[in-house]
Each structure stands twice: as structure tokens, then as C-alpha cells.
């Protein structure tokens, strides 16, 4: 299934991923993010104490949720991650890339997935309904990774990767930094996110806290930012 994993997490799926960049674009205008370090800086503390743990753990919760048949328990996790978003910027961001996702996996259903069956496609198509619009990015991955039968883990540590290398990317072209710091960037990264990705695996629902009022300032800001590249 790693093939259908590099399809889920890849920055080439039409999400419109590339248009993001989660407050970098205020920090980076104002002079908070100037270069590769502290683009470094910042991104280890999102991993360790930001509202990604959050998504990530989520995700995981409709991973699960989806193989159990618990539909209404992915409702009450989409309503609930919904409620808990820093800004009006990062909500419509992850409903568009949430919605954009479960219509792409409905167009998908099926195909290159020989183990797939009528009932597969169904529970997919039901927790689509069940669920309606908008539903959250994180929801929508998990139940990719589910109906592709993704490991839990691997779902876990492609949705950190994913997330890191949208950031990375959008902080090459604002700061700029280069393809090849990026990428030695991303490599740097590497024990950061194997390490959350193991924290977040554990999480109880009562653990499901985190410290991103940085990103809820940097967010909201970019709101009323008059020249932007990113939407948000």
C-alpha cells in the first residue's frame, strides 16, 4: 500500500495545497521568519506543541472510525475539529482541501484497488453523505487512508510529512531559501516528525491539546494583509 500512500500525502494531488501557507506569509513580512533557521524553528515548534498534533491525531480517529463502521463518530470529530480552528483562514482551508479530497477519492474509488469491494466503495460513499460539507482535511484523509488500507502509521508519519513539505515549500518561495536548503530542511526534519508521529499515536482523546496561538495571531493577520501571495 505505499504506492497509495506517496498518492494520498503527494503535494501533486489537486487539493490546492500550494495556494497555503498557515501564517508564514506574516511571518515572513514581518521579519518574525527571515531564513532557513528560523523557518526551521518554527516548524519544530508547530510539530511539537502545535495544532498539526491535533489534525494529525484526528485523522487517525477517522482512520479508525471508518474501519469500524462508526460513521456518526466521523461527524462528531469533523464538527468538533471545525469548532477548534484558530481563525477563519485556517477553517476554510481545511474544508476546501477536506472537501476537495473526498470528491477526489469518490472519482478514484475502485481504481489500481483490486481488494476493493462493493461494500468498500459503499462505506465510502456513505460517510461521504453522513458527513456533507464542509468536512475538515484531516477527516478526509483519514478515510482515504482507511478505504486504501494505508497503515495507521504510515498514514500518520505521510500526513506530518505532507504537511511539512507544503510549509517548506511555501517558505522557499517567500523568504526565499532555495530548492536545495528546502530540501536539506526537510531532511532535518525527518526525527521531528518520526517523533510525533509516535506522541501522537498514543494520544487519548483527553490529551488532544495544543499551543498554537503564534499561528492563530499569524493567521489572522494575514486576513487583513494587504499584499499576499497565499490565501492564507
Known amino acids: 500500500m505505499i504506492l497509495n500512500l506517496l498518492q494520498l500525502a503527494s503535494p501533486a494531488l489537486p487539493l490546492g495545497a500550494y495556494s497555503y501557507s498557515e501564517g508564514l506569509e506574516t511571518l515572513i513580512d514581518h521579519e518574525i521568519i527571515t531564513d532557513e533557521n528560523s523557518l526551521e524553528s518554527w516548524l519544530i515548534q508547530e510539530i511539537k506543541y502545535g495544532s498539526i498534533r491535533i489534525e494529525a491525531a484526528i485523522m487517525l480517529r477517522a482512520y479508525r472510525y471508518f474501519v469500524v463502521d462508526e460513521f456518526m463518530g ?52 456513505t460517510c461521504a453523505a453522513i458527513i456533507g460539507k464542509p468536512c475538515n482535511y484531516a477527516i478526509a484523509f483519514g478515510l482515504g487512508a482507511g478505504y486504501w488500507q494505508i497503515e495507521q502509521k504510515n498514514a500518520l508519519i505521510g500526513y506530518l ?28 526534519l525527518h526525527p521531528e516528525i518520526t517523533k510525533a508521529s509516535e506522541e501522537i499515536f498514543m494520544l487519548e482523546d483527553d490529551d488532544l491539546v495544543s499551543c498554537s496561538w503564534g499561528l492563530g495571531l499569524a493567521s489572522m493577520q494575514h486576513e487583513t494583509q494587504y499584499t499576499r501571495l497565499f490565501r492564507s
Open 161 to 188: 510529512h505532507s504537511w511539512v513539505t507544503n510549509l517548506i515549500s511555501a517558505g522557499v518561495k517567500l523568504i526565499p531559501i532555495g530548492q536545495t536548503h528546502g530540501q536539506k530542511l526537510l531532511l532535518k
Open 74 to 125: 466521523l461527524t462528531d470529530w469533523n464538527q468538533w475539529l471545525s469548532a477548534v480552528r484558530e481563525s477563519s483562514e485556517l477553517r476554510k482551508q481545511s474544508w476546501q482541501m477536506g472537501n476537495s479530497l473526498i470528491k477526489l477519492l469518490l472519482e478514484l474509488e475502485g481504481i489500481q484497488k483490486p481488494s476493493s469491494t462493493q461494500s468498500d466503495i459503499f462505506k465510502l460513499e
